[in-house]
């Protein structure tokens, strides 16, 4: 038979696969590096699923010293939406996510195993393509959509398996004399694989984070080349991965099902397959049910979503690796200082069935990512993001600096630090009371609490500014003068002694500082209230305390 001709024919000038053979040569990497990639096609905003898959494979390849490429999956030209591209580059930029190899923005690339982007791929997959014809596995098809449509319905009505398989897959047998003649006078086609499966055998596949897991041969005569000339995802991934080196192809797991072909793939081309790990899906709890997160249902599914809202990139990451591994909290907990790098990700403790996504759990990780930075720290981050979210924040930031990280310094550093700061955008609603002018335009009510008799109130608030408020007073001075206040007001000094004999108190000293924060911050829960006193200086705590006294 002329395959050769054949191959010919299909593909004139087209080099052979030595030329790449020998272009990409075996990585000089140590013994157990990881090669492995993340594969976007730019169809759509880039998903919180995809962002997991780059944070894990990223972070095995920098565990073994290995290499983590992008490789852009644009082979589907229909479906791509304009600067999906630029997207997934921005952000794996904003999550650290930079690959080793691959387009690092709209003008560069780094790496020798590239073309990175699969449109810019034609020409190796046609010469993959033109050495299966040769070897008699791939061939031309020229059935039109309607007979292949024709065909699937006879199938459903026969009740069976669906697809160009077997007796069902016409141009297989096409003599290839015959099909050269076609080609000749013109006739449209695309290239389908010659399956040598046979589905009552099966086969046995090791997936890293599935387990083992049996199959039935693949014998699907899938396209590999359609009319556009591009190749279909299947045909590419084996072609690509082959010549990128990728030890370890970490993929979601829709694509598990198609391991088979893919494995028969790797097989006739001689190649060595990588290693697989299909990443379930991230779910989310609705109504007692699991489900996938969805694009459509679900913010927290765009990875725009997190910059939005001004979630540090860290605690996303920090998350997303929480819910890779399971086993990651307790390493938090017994390591709070280390980096999240000193963290040993394992792929086989991954879950097989999908982890939940808790957007609660994020943003209570993303308190402890912000409790240890530093006042300059939040203030920098939060500006970066104020400018391009709120231009009031922005404002209020920019007035005063020095001000300013007077607030942002109140209980941080410290072994307990502030901890109530989840996003940039909770950032004004936790600070704007310290500055005057926005306190003044505050129009809110004063919420009094345990201590709801205003009179009382003000009579207690008039002591406290007359008789024991002096600025100077160190920290433990300052509060045992609250609790001398207290007891002359008869609330207990000490919670303590309150429980004891609640019939002998109005209540203890704890109500008696929350009226002062009251009075001072319109707020009953804030930080410090010393340091909140401290920052404020001594002429803007009188005010306040006096406008209390008057308005209460
Ligand atoms: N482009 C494929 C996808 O987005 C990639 C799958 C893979 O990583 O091989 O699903």
């Known amino acids: 038979m002329n395959y050769e001709e054949l191959a010919n024919i299909i593909f004139p000038d087209i080099k052979d696969i030595e030329y790449y053979e020998e272009k990409y040569p075996k990585r000089n990497l140590q013994e157990g590096a990881i090669v492995t990639r993340f594969a976007p096609s730019p169809t759509g905003f880039v998903h919180i699923g995809g962002l997991y898959q780059s944070v894990i494979a990223k972070k095995m390849a920098e565990q073994t010293q290995g290499v983590f490429f992008v490789r852009i999956e644009d082979t589907d030209q229909k479906r791509e939406v304009e600067n999906g591209v630029i997207g997934i580059i921005k952000a794996l930029k904003d999550f650290n996510l930079e690959p080793n190899e691959g387009m690092i923005n709209e003008t560069e690339v780094i790496g020798e195993y590239g073309p990175y982007k699969q449109s810019l791929r034609k020409d190796i997959y046609k010469s993959y393509a033109k050495y299966l014809i040769k070897k008699g596995y791939v061939y031309p098809c020229f059935c039109k959509q309607e007979e292949l449509e024709q065909m699937r319905q006879k199938q459903e009505q026969a009740k069976t398996r669906t ?18 003649e076609k080609i000749k006078n013109g006739e449209e086609y695309i290239l389908r694989f010659k399956s040598p499966g046979n589905p009552e055998k099966k086969i046995k596949h090791h997936d890293i984070i599935k387990g083992n897991v049996d199959f039935p041969e ?68 609705e109504n007692g049910t699991k489900r996938k997160l969805s694009k459509r249902k679900d913010q927290e599914a765009a990875v725009s979503y997190y910059a939005e809202q001004g979630i540090p ?76 979210y709120d231009v009031q924040l922005q404002n209020l930031l920019q007035k005063d600096e020095q001000y300013t990280l007077k607030i942002l310094s109140i209980e ?40 709801d008799n205003r009179q009382e109130a003000k009579n207690i608030i008039s002591s ?17 003068k609250i609790k001398e206040l207290a007891h002359e007001y008869n609330y207990a000094k000490e919670v303590k002694e309150y429980k004891a004999n609640p019939e002998q108190y109005k209540g203890h000293v704890g109500d008696i ?23 404020l200086g001594k002429e803007e705590v009188q005010k306040r305390l006096q406008t209390a006294i008057k308005n209460l």
């Open 163 to 180: 697809g160009y398989y077997g007796v069902w897959a016409k141009c297989r047998k096409i003599p290839v004399n015959e099909a050269i």
């Open 218 to 285: 693949n014998d699907q005569d899938i396209i590999i080349i359609k009319s556009d000339g591009l190749p279909t995802y299947h045909f590419a991934h084996v072609v690509d991965d082959h010549l990128m080196k990728t030890t370890c192809v970490i993929r979601g797991d829709e694509w598990l099902s198609s391991v088979p072909l893919h494995l028969q793939l790797f097989q006739v081309l001689g190649f060595k397959p990588p290693k697989y790990a299909h990443i379930a899906p991230i779910m989310k709890e």
């Open 313 to 388: 990139h860290e605690a996303v990451y920090e998350y997303l690796l929480n819910i890779a591994n399971s086993n990651f909290e307790q390493w938090r907990k017994q390591n709070k200082e280390l980096q999240n790098k000193e963290f040993e990700l394992q792929l086989n403790k991954m879950s097989v069935s999908g982890a939940l996504f808790d957007l609660v759990k994020l943003l209570d990780i993303s308190k402890t990512v912000i409790s240890k930075y530093t006042a300059k720290e939040v203030y920098e981050e939060a500006l970066k993001w104020a400018k391009e």
């Open 412 to 451: 941080r550093g410290k072994e307990k630090p502030r901890r109530d700061i989840s996003k940039w955008s909770d950032l004004k609603e936790n600070i704007q009371y310290m500055y005057k002018e926005e306190f003044e335009k505050e129009n809110s009510e004063y919420q009094l609490q345990k201590i």
């Open 464 to 480: 406290y500014l007359e008789k024991y408020y002096n600025h100077e007073d160190e920290k433990e001075t300052w509060f045992g």
């Open 513 to 535: 500082s929350t009226l002062i924060r009251i009075a001072l911050t319109k707020r009953s829960n804030t930080p410090d209230m010393y340091e909140i006193m401290q920052v």
